[in-house]
């Protein structure tokens, strides 16, 4: 599959801050995977299938990645805290990189359909180690019966994080947040 021009798409947010190293080394394992992942001209693959083509560079990395959807295979953070300091509330994320503080999701058809994007931006915003959150979407959602361009999940996505940022109504606790459109 050819590679448009520029790929990955990304954007940090928010605006008037410079993205972090971490932020385009990220990008750079994303930009690895681009014959397996890429949606920017075909339809794209599953979540879980975006997931393990960038399960090795993220470990290399440093991350912890989401085995499988057992209990054992998947990365819980805490949310609160109960008796004797027991996590009484965990979420599920696809990745975590415990020095960096950062959460990582991976959304496909689900996150372009049916606003995934905001029910992981406000769950992430809940865990309580996270100091930064990275959102990767598809460049391009295709599905029968929709669009026939597809939907645009990682310009939308990004057009929410401009409303939240500059409205200011809703302050997110991130250092930072990178959007990757894969």
């Known amino acids: ?19 972090p190293e971490w932020a385009e080394d990220l990008v750079g ?4 995977s681009h014959d397996e992942i890429s949606t920017a001209v075909a339809k794209g ?18 991350y912890l990645v989401e085995a499988d959807k057992t209990k054992i295979g998947k ?12 996590a009484a509330l965990t979420y599920e994320v696809d990745a975590f990189h415990p020095d960096l ?35 990767l979407m598809p460049l391009r959602y295709r599905f029968q019966g929709g669009p026939k361009d597809g939907v645009r999940a990682y310009e ?3 057009a929410v994080l401009d409303a939240i940022y500059a409205s200011r ?3 997110l ?10």
């Open 101 to 135: 503080r950062l959460v990582i999701e991976v959304e496909a058809g689900r996150g372009a359909m049916n606003n995934a994007d905001y029910r992981d931006i406000i769950r992430s915003s809940l865990i309580l180690d996270a100091d930064f959150f990275a959102l």
């Open 156 to 158: 939308n996505t990004c």
């Open 29 to 32: 394992i994303v930009e690895a």
């Open 169 to 171: 109504r809703l302050v």
């Open 45 to 62: 693959p599953t979540s879980d299938n975006v997931l393990a083509a960038i399960a090795t560079g993220l470990k290399a990395a440093g």
């Open 1 to 19: 599959m050819p590679k448009p021009a520029v790929y990955p798409n990304w954007a940090y947010f928010p605006r008037n801050t410079r993205a």
């Open 75 to 86: 990365i819980g953070r805490p949310v609160l805290f109960g008796n004797e300091g027991k």
């Open 173 to 182: 606790p991130f250092t930072g947040v990178l959007v990757v459109g894969y």
